[in-house]
């Protein structure tokens, strides 16, 4: 079988000097959080602990302190979306990657909104894996930006949730709004330079300059804010 590709996450290998998160895995099936501890612990990342649904799992990250949680979506007793809230409510340095069968699960979207992080598929290969739960670990979304896009499309226009960032855009400057729109069209950093004539350390600045007045966690978290607020429309390029 070929093994499944997620272009969105870079395998690079760990450097001796490398500081590797905690994780903690969730999921009621104990053969995936055998798989994937074996997976992460041979990579030298910590598993600090597993649970086997999300009442388990805000207790543990409670406990537990983890820097990246592996979500399970669908468990019984307390699903993955409402085990994220609150996991994010209690600590909210932690990263939450949400795990699921298909990658437009319609659960993802809530999952964003509410503050995930990012989702993976269950068949991720071991070198991703690892590498995925490194670059949240860094404060970056595990999304590409057209695989956002295309979600968020999907679903934002069902949503009826009130998204869990602030929708008050009036501290943006008007390079920021612009921004701020063009991601949630799916621009990457680079794109975003090109299309707007500017050094690509010039656009860093500027995302980072949104993240922290609109208080937002990541790169998914601003793509959802951008449909919530009405900065684009679904079906807009």
Known sequence: ????????VP??????????PRVLIVD????????FRLILTARGIEVAGEAADGAEAVAAARELRPDVVLMDIRMPNMDGLEATRRILEQTPDCRVLMLTTFDLDRYVYTALSLGASGFLLKDVTPEHLAAAVRLVDTGDALLAPSITRR?????AAQSERTPAVPADLAALTPREREVLTLMGRGL???????????????VKSHVA???AKLTLRDRAQA??????????RPGER
């Not at 079988?1 to 969105?8: D, G, K, L």
């Not at 009621?28 to 798989?35: E, F, H």
């Not at 990457?188 to 010039?202: G, M």
């Open 1 to 8: 079988m070929t093994p499944a590709v997620h272009p969105e």
């Open 11 to 20: 395998a690079t290998s760990v450097a001796a000097t490398e500081r590797l």
């Open 28 to 35: 009621d099936q104990t053969l995936i959080r055998t798989g």
């Open 151 to 155: 979600l968020v499309e999907r679903y």
């Open 188 to 202: 990457s950093n680079t794109e975003l330079a090109v299309e707007l004539t500017l050094s690509e350390a010039t």
């Open 209 to 211: 300059r949104i993240f």
């Open 223 to 232: 793509v959802v804010l951008a449909y919530e607020t009405g900065l684009v």
